[in-house]
């Protein structure tokens, strides 16, 4: 019965890790930056991420002696995912449009308005 019910787990797990998976990114490197993303990257990194974290529940659920090295190797395709995950934000970060403000409309202040009122 329990052999039965992993792949339904491990597809419940997939859905909640894509979803925690583009909440953290949007959150840790802010949404717009995420908005500006083609859909390529966000898609690759997204699912990537997704598909190793249920990995890496799958190789903490299996026994047996090579448990251990497949733990370590979704360790670090997590890792890896989750730098290029941060360099690519970082490069949308320097390479966002700019806002089309070509003059600032200037501040009076307070003081200065009603002592020019006199």
Known sequence: MRQRLLPVLYALEFLIALI???TVW???GGQNHLDYMA???KAGIGFGTAVALVRLTAAVAEPGPSARWRIAMWLLVMAGLVIC???VTFYY???EPQDDEEDSPTVTPAAA???ARG
């Open 20 to 22: 925690a998976a583009y």
């Open 26 to 28: 949007g959150e840790v």
């Open 113 to 115: 308005s009603h002592l």
């Open 85 to 87: 995950a941060g360099l």
């Open 39 to 41: 859909w390529y990257w």
């Open 93 to 95: 970060h320097l390479n």
